[in-house]
C-alpha cells in the first residue's frame, strides 16, 4: 500500500522520527562534486534546516526506491539520470532507521521545490557544513563526503 510509512515513530531515547518504517534520504552528488540540498519548510519536521530530499519508507519500498522516489516527488527531478553508489544506514534507534543513498549524477539536475521545501540549492562539498543542518545529517557528513570522495578516485 503506498504513502502507509507516513507517521511518526517514537524511540526509546525520547525523540519522534518521520516514517513508520524508518526513512531515507538522497545524497546526491554532482560532477561538480556539488550536492543537492533541500531547506526544510518550516512546517515540516525539524522545519527550517537544511538537509537531504528524502522521507519515510513505506511497508513495501527498499531505501533506494524510498529515497528516489521522496527526492523525485520534492524536487522534480528525473531519478533515471541518478546513478546509486551505496546505501548506507546513518541513524539507527530501536528498529527505526535512516538510510542515506549515496548517489552521483553527471552534471546539476534542474530542480523545481515542491511545498516540503522553501529552496533546493546545489552546495560544493567543502561548503555544506557552511549551512544550519538538521543535526542528523550533520553527524553523519564526515562519513558521506569520505565515501563520496573514495569512490570518485
Known sequence: MRGDGNGF???????RRWGRFGSAGLFLVS???TVLLQHRALWTN?????????GARD???SAREAALREAEEETGMDVGLVHVIEELVTTRVDEWTYTTVVARCAEELP?????ESL???WVHVNSLSKLPLLSPFANSLPKLTQLVMRKSS
Open 9 to 15: 515513530v517514537d524511540g526509546s531515547d525520547g525523540v
Open 31 to 33: 560532477g561538480a562534486d
Open 46 to 54: 525539524m522545519g527550517g534546516t537544511w538537509a537531504l530530499p528524502g
Open 59 to 61: 511497508s513495501h519500498e
Open 111 to 115: 530542480v523545481t521545490p515542491n511545498a
Open 119 to 121: 529552496e533546493l540549492r
